[in-house]
């Protein structure tokens, strides 16, 4: 991979958040809340905070919401303005800064994440990129994790995949890593495996959702036959690029929860009301008063 910079992150977001129904019949996943934010506002943030300057969604037909919320509320912004609320006038004017663009690409069938990734080619083009998966938010005080990420690769001239520790009996449900027992940070990728059962997993270093790519990933994809359900896998793909040229496996700095289940989404939603100065008393006081009710 080259020393270029990274300006494209690439969002897939046409999965249709089955665990969340029935919320999830009229509202993407994506655009659950945590707090005052939608999902996808995260992850959004974290890219831009990274340096990227186009986004560009994977969508399908039937979401609108992702891109609605991105777009201009001419007849709110006016309405907010009439009535003198300049702070949340600011407030949905500051979804994207003036810099950035967003660009929406439509999925025509849901192939696989390794799908999901091909379709951005045409906006990528021959750059190295970023994709993130919203359903993964990762929380930390300092940096942003795909921005550790990013300055690794610019560093290394290097892909950099986001891994984080799981127990084992959990290796069936991601694509695990295999460095070859390298416990340095970041370490060379020699093998990755999807979804692989605990007695044969290589590790127990899981991928999560954050990647940074070199363009050559396109070229693998389109080579990537379909696999269990018809789905093109990303994991394939990175798999054969680190055969090629320098893949590393990067611990993050940051705590990772998992939004796409049910779980994970409550757990999010209590850090950051934690994390939030006009919540934090309030939502501690009522947690306290939650559990003390629940223990008699």
Avoid at 170 to 175: E, F, L, V
Wanted: charged share 25%; glycine share 8%; net charge negative.
């Amino acid at each position: 991979m080259t020393d270029k910079r990274v300006r494209t992150a690439v969002f897939p977001v046409a999965g249709l958040g089955t665990r969340f129904l029935p919320a999830t019949k009229t509202v993407p996943k994506e655009m659950l809340p945590i707090v005052d934010r939608p999902l996808i506002q995260y992850a959004v943030d974290e890219a831009i905070e990274a340096g990227c300057e186009t986004l560009v969604f994977i969508t399908n037909r039937y979401k609108h919401a992702v891109a609605d919320y991105f777009d201009k509320a001419y007849e709110l912004e006016q309405k907010l303005e009439k009535a003198g609320k300049s702070e949340l006038l600011a407030m949905i004017r500051d979804v994207l800064p003036g810099n950035v663009r967003a660009v929406f690409v439509t999925q025509a069938e849901a192939l696989g994440l390794g799908h999901a990734v091909l379709c951005a080619k045409p906006v990528v083009g021959d750059e190295p990129f970023a994709v993130l998966l919203p359903d993964d938010l990762i929380w930390n005080r300092g940096r942003g994790a795909l921005g550790q990420m990013v300055d690794v690769a610019h560093a290394r001239g290097a892909s950099v995949i986001a891994v984080q520790d799981v127990p084992r009996e959990q290796t069936g449900s991601y694509g695990i890593v295999d460095t070859g027992g390298d416990s340095s940070n970041p370490a060379p990728i020699r093998a990755m495996v999807e979804k692989p059962h605990p007695e044969v997993a290589p590790s127990t270093s899981a991928v999560v959702g954050r990647y940074v790519l070199d363009s050559r990933v396109f070229g693998l994809l389109e080579e990537t036959k379909p696999g269990k359900g018809g789905e093109i896998q990303l994991t394939d793909a990175i798999a054969r690029l680190a055969t090629e040229q320098s893949v590393l496996a990067y611990q993050f700095a940051g705590r990772r929860f998992d939004c796409g289940s049910r779980i994970g989404l409550v757990e999010a939603t209590i850090r950051f009301a934690l994390d939030h100065d006009d919540l934090a008393d309030d939502a501690r006081a009522y947690m306290r008063a939650a559990l003390a009710e629940t223990a008699s």
